[in-house]
């Protein structure tokens, strides 16, 4: 089912201030990190909320969040101009450094790794200790504890708190289904 969230605003250009408002802020933080140019940040978020103003009928809540949406949309809009990007490098001629050029593949995986960053950024850092010790340093509950200093359980059900969060991050970042 579409979602009727806010179609009864009477002006269109409310609906857009809504949508700037309400994820603006957020894309362009997770943009920040991608971009390390706050007017590129800005002028995707720009672009993703005018596009997702447009195409708001086609947004469906029981496919998931407004905001993953719009970050979907904020996606797209970036590889479109990282595209734009190696068209222009591209045309550069003979001898440019062009040693940065990635591929869409490389592209998603760095958009993925940024998501989950986002994802754990959003953890509290008793739930971030657990979960890099375990992951990416890859100790066992026991030694998580004994080098914290808290009780094997905490370490447990601080690692099973912080996944489910995780998941959830994930899934409404559309890294997860």
């Known amino acids: 089912m579409k979602s009727s969230r806010h179609r ?3 002006k269109p250009e409310l609906l857009a201030r809504r949508l700037y408002n309400d994820h603006g802020p957020a894309l362009h933080r997770w943009l920040l990190g991608r971009f390390s140019d706050a007017q ?3 002028e995707v978020v720009q672009e993703s909320v005018l596009t997702a103003w447009r195409k708001y009928e086609q947004f469906d809540s029981d496919r998931g969040s407004e905001r993953s949406w719009i970050f ?3 996606r797209n809009v970036a590889a479109t101009r ?3 990007n190696l068209r222009h490098l591209r045309s550069l001629p003979t001898g440019a450094v062009l040693d940065s050029i990635v ?3 490389e592209l998603g995986r760095v958009t993925e790794r940024s998501l989950i960053a986002d994802a ?3 953890l509290s850092s008793d739930h971030q200790a657990v979960v890099a010790a375990a992951y990416w340093d890859g100790h066992s509950t026991k030694e998580i ?3 914290l200093g808290i009780p094997d359980g905490t370490v447990k059900s601080r690692l099973h708190y912080a996944l489910r969060i995780l998941r959830t991050q994930l899934q409404e970042r559309e890294v997860l289904r």
Do not use: C, F, V
């Open 40 to 42: 590129i940040a800005e």
């Open 103 to 105: 591929d869409d593949t």
């Open 72 to 74: 979907g949309i904020g």
């Open 82 to 84: 990282h595209q734009r």
């Open 120 to 122: 754990m950024a959003s």
């Open 8 to 10: 009864s605003e009477a």
């Open 145 to 147: 504890a004994a080098r």
